[in-house]
């Protein structure tokens, strides 16, 4: 019996553009030569300021590092905004629906400064974080980061889910595994294609009216 769902946010909920960051690095001086050749470390800094489990100002002295003589922080918190993304207000409603029947929850591995960023999308396309989760559970906050089987415990424990019972949607195959082998029923989706996988959900269609 399924009577509980768990989404990621970045690439499940809100669309990704990595195009727009990779312009957003640029413009910050961060040339495609250099991003070729420091790739793994530009990606784990991004990683790293995401979470929000390292002081900010230590991840972003890495970041400023890496950008041109003078890049202020707010031009880098610019930058980084970009990963916002877009959230349509379609998946919005449809985590409306689904609570009706179910409880729903976040997973997310997100700073404060994005989590706030992203409210406000969602609050311009008329929602608040409570008409969409249940409860949300967000790196920053609880000190720690998927794919980390702490932070899904912390989630188990704060919620009595059972894992058996809930299904976990998530893009990154570390987080996917995480979940599966913690007995979640783990679902791996494509980035930005949510809608693909939701007939997992039982009685999906009648629960959304369609």
């Excluded at 970041?63 to 998946?91: F, H, K, W």
């Excluded at 249940?134 to 009595?160: C, H, Q, W």
Aim: aromatic share 10%; net charge neutral.
């Amino acid at each position: 019996m399924v009577d509980v769902l768990v989404f990621d946010y970045g690439g499940i909920i809100v669309n990704m553009d990595w195009k727009l960051l990779r312009v957003a690095l640029s413009e910050a001086g961060i040339s495609r030569l250099k991003m070729f050749f420091y790739r793994k470390k530009i990606k784990s800094l991004m990683n790293r300021y995401i979470d929000g489990i390292e002081p900010e100002e230590k991840v972003m002295r890495e970041m400023l590092d890496m950008c041109r003589p003078g890049t202020s922080v707010e031009q880098v918190n610019n930058l980084i905004s970009t990963l916002c993304g877009n959230i349509p207000a379609s998946r919005l409603e449809l985590l409306t629906k689904l609570r009706k029947r179910y409880k729903v929850y976040l997973l997310s591995n997100i700073n404060d400064y994005l989590w706030n960023e992203c409210v406000k999308k969602m609050n311009s396309l008329g929602y608040a974080v409570d008409d969409c989760f249940d409860e949300v559970f967000l790196s920053y906050k609880m000190g720690v980061a998927k794919p980390n089987p702490e932070i899904y415990n912390k989630m188990r424990l704060a919620t009595g889910l059972v894992p058996e019972n809930t299904i976990y949607f998530d893009d990154n195959q570390a987080n996917y595994a995480a979940g599966r082998d913690l007995h979640y029923q783990s679902i791996h989706v494509r980035e930005n294609c949510l809608e693909d996988y939701l007939d997992v959900i039982p009685g999906f269609k009648e629960c959304v009216g369609l």
